[in-house]
């Protein structure tokens, strides 16, 4: 069983809006021990931290995408999502879910590839 798992359409065309889930299975997401974060990795970027959402829902986004992104959650289901508007090609990469535990390495999903085209 993987700890956590991304999923959502691996195909968005420009000006749409990107949308993930993350569904964790090593944690409940209102736990007050983790936050959640998406990160993502691209060739030309390499690594990128884009935002975390906290137990209690607070967010904290990276200021190069505050205007684009949105990080929410549904605790009934034990996710959270990642909305990203008006994608160009240059958010083609591939999206990584993360567990965040205070001074600990990250617990990562397994990424899954996003892809922005016409």
């Known amino acids: 069983q993987a700890q956590l798992q991304e999923s959502g359409p691996g195909l968005v065309k420009p000006s749409q809006t990107l949308s993930l889930t993350c569904t964790s299975f090593s944690g409940s997401i209102t736990d007050v021990n983790y936050a959640w974060s998406w990160i993502r990795q691209s060739p030309g970027k390499g690594l990128e931290w884009m935002g975390v959402i906290t137990s209690d829902g607070s967010t904290v986004y990276n200021p190069t995408l505050n205007s684009r992104i949105s990080i929410s959650r549904d605790t009934s289901k034990n996710q959270f999502s990642l909305r990203l508007s008006s994608v160009t090609p240059d958010d083609t990469a591939v999206y990584f879910c993360?567990?965040?535990?205070?001074?600990?390495?990250?617990?990562w999903g397994q990424g899954t590839q996003v892809t922005v085209s016409s």
């Open positions: 993360a567990r965040v535990q205070y001074r600990l390495p990250y617990s």
